[in-house]
């Protein structure tokens, strides 16, 4: 059974940086493909950015598109969330997931829907501060 810890999370100044980790046990990360999500209080959960199981194609949100880059080590059963210049709407719980079992949905837009992930980690927090 495959069981995802999240880490990296923090409290940061508007303009950093964090690196966001995602460990896996049970299977490797090359076999699933992999999401960010965060959620605000209050707020839904929404998609971050998204990565196939080979790493060859991935998807971000609009927020966040060109400040942030996801990517994977199959060796170390890990995916990175790198976020860099930070502003106080990214303040959420960052959560890792996986879609282990085969996609029932098909089409470039499974990949950013929550009910694709079968496998969640518990959120690691990220503050940023103005």
């Known amino acids: 059974q495959v069981q995802l810890v999240e880490s990296g999370g923090g409290l940061v100044q508007a303009g950093g940086s964090l690196i966001l980790s995602c460990a896996a046990s049970?299977?490797?990360?090359?076999?699933?493909?992999m999401a960010w999500f965060r959620q605000a209080p209050g707020k839904e959960r929404d998609v971050v950015a998204t990565?196939?199981?080979?790493?060859?194609?991935?998807y971000y949100a609009d927020s966040v598109m060109g400040r942030v880059a996801i990517s994977r080590d199959a060796a170390k059963n890990t995916v990175y969330l790198q976020m860099n210049s930070l502003q106080p709407g990214d303040t959420a719980v960052y959560f890792c997931?996986?879609?282990?079992?085969?996609?029932?949905?098909?089409?470039?837009?499974?990949?950013?829907?929550?009910?694709?992930?079968?496998?969640w980690g518990q959120g690691t927090q990220v503050t940023v501060s103005s």
């Open positions: 997931a996986a879609n282990i079992r085969p996609p029932i949905c098909s089409g470039s837009g499974c990949a950013r829907r929550q009910s694709t992930y079968d496998t």
């Open positions: 990565i196939s199981g080979s790493g060859g194609t991935t």
């Open positions: 049970g299977r490797t990360f090359s076999e699933y493909g």
